[in-house]
């Protein structure tokens, strides 16, 4: 359980300095085209959930995200992680609610600031603790599914 807390401090890290470097070097709600009609980078600032759901809920997002932290630190205490990805799984995913938590605590708001368009769909705006959590589900849903699995 160490090195997933170690990792995940890591990745939150991370995290913050990709906050704080867009913050200062982008003026809110101002961008930086990376590739025509693909990605840019764009200073928002989020006071929910992705697509802007649960707008104006902070102190429920931030007592949910506490309650999840609590909930997997118990689990992480109570199960040896077997295989890597495990490992890699979980260190996303506490990482990337971490990430969320200190924005939603310290400023109100979480900042995004990746905006890409496929195929004329714009995606949501997020950031890197959001891309984290996906990714971190996507792979434990996978790993659920594998038929190798006893």
Known sequence: MGRVIIYSFI?????????????????????????????????IINYGLAFCILVNYRLLLIIVSIIVIILLIIFLIKNK?????????????????LGNLFDRVVYGYVIDFFDFT???????????????????????LFDSFRSDKK
């Open 118 to 140: 496929f195929f004329g769909y714009n995606f949501a705006i997020f950031n890197l603790a959001d891309s984290f959590i996906v990714i971190s589900i996507i792979l434990l």
């Open 11 to 43: 990745l939150f890290l991370i995290d913050l300095v990709s906050k704080v470097i867009i913050s200062t070097n982008l003026e809110l709600n101002n961008s930086l085209v990376i590739i025509d009609d693909f990605f840019i980078f764009i200073y």
């Open 81 to 97: 992680l077997k295989t890597k990805l495990e490992f890699i799984c979980y260190s996303l995913l506490l990482g990337g609610i």
